[in-house]
């Protein structure tokens, strides 16, 4: 029994050691920007948004024991967490809404009316093409642009080598650049 009591009180010293030497303000500060972002680009919706954002810092310092710094970084363990709350939401909200970037159409940015229409139609446009992806690469698009990771990053998250995420990317940026021009016609 002593023996079992002496590796609890190392493991909780353990624990609260590594939890002691990360910085979860400076973390906080430092990815609210991209999950935000993130759930604002699947999501279009800047209030949706900002909840899933607070869900999913809540789930991770529920959680912050369960981090591993030997098992990646604490970006990699928290867009694990924030795809995780974006997929039970999507799952108790059924169909499963095509990628939204009205937040983006509705911003007013002082341009010529002409210049305005045209940028619209260009959204419209954009928000076509990304919902004619399949779902593993809209996935992509959405780490990569909406939640400005790194290909190391994505790599980490979907278990993909961050070459494969590269190649993968470029070829949809391609198909996509190739649709826009198609559509034109």
Known sequence: M????????????????????????AIYADQLPRVYNYFRFRTGDNGLAEDLT?????????????????RGTVS????????SVAASHFRRRRPVPNLSLAWAAGAYDHRAIPEEV????????????????????????????????TNRAIAGLLGMSE????TTLHRIVHRLGRDWEEQER
Do not use: C
Not at 76 to 83: C, V
Not at 163 to 166: H, K, L, P
């Open 118 to 149: 045209q940028h619209r139609g260009d959204l419209a446009r954009l928000h076509t093409l990304l919902a004619r992806l399949p779902e593993r690469e809209r996935e992509l698009i959405e780490l990569k642009y909406g939640a400005a990771l």
């Open 54 to 70: 607070a869900a999913t810092f809540e789930k991770a310092w529920r959680v912050r024991a369960q981090y591993r710094e030997d």
């Open 163 to 166: 070459s494969n995420v590269g």
């Open 2 to 25: 002593q023996i079992r009591a002496a590796l609890v009180r190392r493991t909780q010293a353990t624990v609260t050691t590594e939890m002691a030497a990360i910085d979860w303000a």
């Open 76 to 83: 990699t363990w928290l867009f694990t967490i924030t795809r």
